[in-house]
């Protein structure tokens, strides 16, 4: 790299930089995560509270991004998640 020139340098860098993740990546990532857990409730589970439910979704989506940002998930997986249709292609991906 040492005859490339610096400008060069910097927009590889930055291109590279791009590739991850960013805060609002991974909370549409949560906000994925409470959408499939919601619509995938058992019937025994629905009749738990409303706000028993609205805590255990808001816990996952806390740890869902909470993963994506320790663990600096790639754009491109992200974009994977998002396509889920149902909670096992989400805890695959």
Do not use: H, I
């Not at 805060?23 to 949560?30: F, I, R, Y």
């Amino acid at each position: 790299m040492k005859n490339l020139p610096a400008s060069v340098f910097v927009l590889v860098l930055l291109t590279l930089g791009g590739c991850n993740a960013t805060d609002e990546d991974c909370a549409k990532l949560g906000d994925k995560f409470v959408e499939l857990y919601s619509s995938e409730l058992s019937d025994n589970s629905k009749k738990l509270s409303p706000q028993v439910l609205e805590n255990a979704a808001e816990a996952g989506r806390e740890e869902v991004v909470d993963q994506c940002k320790k663990q600096s998930y790639s754009k491109a997986s992200v974009e994977r998640c998002l396509q889920a249709t149902s909670m096992d292609a989400f805890k695959k991906c």
